[in-house]
């Protein structure tokens, strides 16, 4: 299983960044997605979640209205569109699933808001 995070960087409070994690070694299609974050100080925490269909979705009420988690089972890739970004929104994002028992994570990708 292998996750790799992608489309992080330094954005301005107000602005955008959309998230992609690429999954391989499994069955994507049939696997639920989270994206969690980790920010300075603070404990891992999830943001959202996406069921194998796509057609269930769950936010962390920090970021609800403002984030969209979504998946693209052809191209085996989950997403999120991050707006409105706030600078508590400053964190390390990571996608995770959970195969056969263990939890795998991505390596992180570093999201920074700041004027």
């Known amino acids: 299983v292998q996750l790799v995070e992608s489309g992080g960087g330094m954005v301005q409070p107000g602005g955008s960044l959309r998230l992609s994690c690429a999954a391989s070694g499994f069955t994507f299609s049939s696997f639920d997605m989270s994206w969690y974050r980790q920010g300075p100080g603070r404990r891992r925490e999830l943001v959202a979640f996406?069921?194998?269909?796509?057609?269930?979705?769950h936010y962390v009420d920090s970021v609800k209205g403002r984030f969209t988690i979504s998946r693209d089972n052809a191209k085996n890739v989950v997403y999120l569109q991050m707006n409105s970004l706030k600078p508590e929104d400053t964190a390390v994002y990571y996608c995770?699933?959970?195969?056969?028992?263990?939890?795998?994570w991505g390596q992180g990708t570093q999201v920074t808001v700041s004027s």
């Open positions: 996406i069921n194998s269909g796509g057609g269930r979705t």
């Open positions: 995770t699933t959970h195969y056969r028992g263990s939890d795998y």
